[in-house]
């Protein structure tokens, strides 16, 4: 992943042709996945919250506990919503049982969703903010509601745990530090954790660890500031291709 210039969807498919003795071939810069036509039609609507405005980016703030080297903190997420107010609605997702902390001034979904359920509210999102996790790869294999765009757009606090090679879509926004510091000048560290947890898991061992901490942050990811990815999201609009 660090030293090839493949993306995962090739590591994917070379894995997959691997175990089940096929010659399945890339043939589009993205996943595969299809909605039926009541979803495409159908608005999402949650009981609780009615149905959500026309216009909206989806926000995973957080992440699971294994790789918590991927996790941006909480308060510059609340930093980017804050100056976004007013121009954006943004609608918070993620699973209960993983860190997901409250963001003000969204609509919060989490723990609300099936995976369906997500699948059906990027279809119909406006773009998307996130770590590197499902959501971004959604964005880029979930069909176009809009043909015009191209390519829905997606905000990446990437940091410099994976090479943006390997992860990146072309149409995205990959806000990654990979080459800027010494523990990522070759590639991503692919490091799992900021620090231990005391859980037993496989990834709490000191080879695991970020070697360079700030706080509460890998420095690759606290190097990533508010104004970075709100100018990121604001470059979707300027260009045109979105609309307030």
Same mark, same amino acid.
């Given at each position: 992943?660090n030293? %090839?210039p493949?993306?995962? %969807?090739?590591?994917?498919i070379?894995?997959?042709?691997?175990?089940?003795? %096929?010659?399945?071939?890339l043939?589009?810069?993205?996943g595969?996945?299809h909605?039926? +036509?009541r979803?495409?039609?159908?608005?999402?609507?949650?009981?609780?919250?009615?149905?959500?405005?026309?216009?909206?980016? &989806? %926000?995973?703030?957080?992440?699971?506990?294994?790789?918590?080297?991927?996790? #941006?903190?909480?308060?510059?997420?609340?930093?980017?919503?804050?100056? &976004?107010?007013?121009?954006?609605v943004? =609608?918070q997702?993620?699973?209960?049982?993983?860190?997901?902390p409250?963001?003000?001034?969204?609509?919060?979904?989490?723990?609300?969703? /099936?995976?369906?359920? &997500?699948?059906?509210?990027?279809?119909?999102?406006?773009?998307?903010?996130? +770590?590197?996790?499902?959501?971004?790869?959604?964005?880029?294999? =979930?069909?176009?509601?809009?043909?015009?765009?191209?390519?829905?757009?997606? =905000?990446?606090?990437a940091?410099?745990?994976?090479?943006?090679? #390997?992860?990146a879509?072309?149409?995205?926004q990959f806000?990654?530090?990979?080459?800027s510091l #010494?523990?990522? /000048?070759?590639?991503?560290? #692919?490091?799992?954790?900021?620090?231990?947890?005391?859980?037993?898991?496989?990834?709490?061992?000191?080879r695991?660890?970020?070697? $360079? =901490?700030?706080g509460?942050? +890998?420095?690759?990811?606290?190097?990533?500031?508010?104004?970075?990815?709100? $100018?990121?999201?604001?470059?979707?609009?300027?260009?045109?291709?979105?609309n307030?």
């Amino acid at each position: 992943a660090n030293f %090839l210039p493949l993306h995962f %969807l090739n590591g994917f498919i070379y894995d997959l042709n691997k175990k089940l003795n %096929l010659d399945i071939r890339l043939t589009k810069f993205c996943g595969d996945i299809h909605l039926s +036509p009541r979803e495409r039609q159908t608005f999402p609507c949650f009981d609780d919250t009615g149905r959500l405005p026309e216009k909206y980016w &989806l %926000l995973v703030a957080g992440g699971k506990t294994d790789i918590t080297i991927k996790w #941006w903190a909480k308060d510059c997420y609340q930093d980017v919503v804050d100056r &976004l107010k007013g121009r954006i609605v943004f =609608v918070q997702v993620g699973a209960m049982d993983h860190h997901h902390p409250r963001i003000d001034g969204t609509i919060d979904l989490r723990g609300k969703t /099936s995976l369906r359920d &997500l699948i059906h509210l990027v279809y119909h999102a406006q773009g998307i903010l996130c +770590p590197v996790t499902l959501a971004m790869h959604l964005a880029a294999a =979930v069909p176009l509601k809009d043909k015009r765009t191209g390519g829905r757009p997606c =905000v990446v606090i990437a940091g410099g745990r994976e090479p943006p090679h #390997w992860e990146a879509y072309p149409h995205h926004q990959f806000i990654h530090t990979v080459g800027s510091l #010494w523990c990522c /000048s070759k590639g991503g560290c #692919w490091k799992t954790r900021v620090r231990p947890l005391g859980d037993g898991h496989e990834n709490d061992v000191s080879r695991s660890f970020c070697v $360079d =901490v700030v706080g509460d942050l +890998p420095r690759c990811m606290d190097m990533i500031t508010p104004s970075m990815v709100t $100018d990121r999201i604001e470059l979707y609009y300027r260009g045109g291709l979105l609309n307030f």
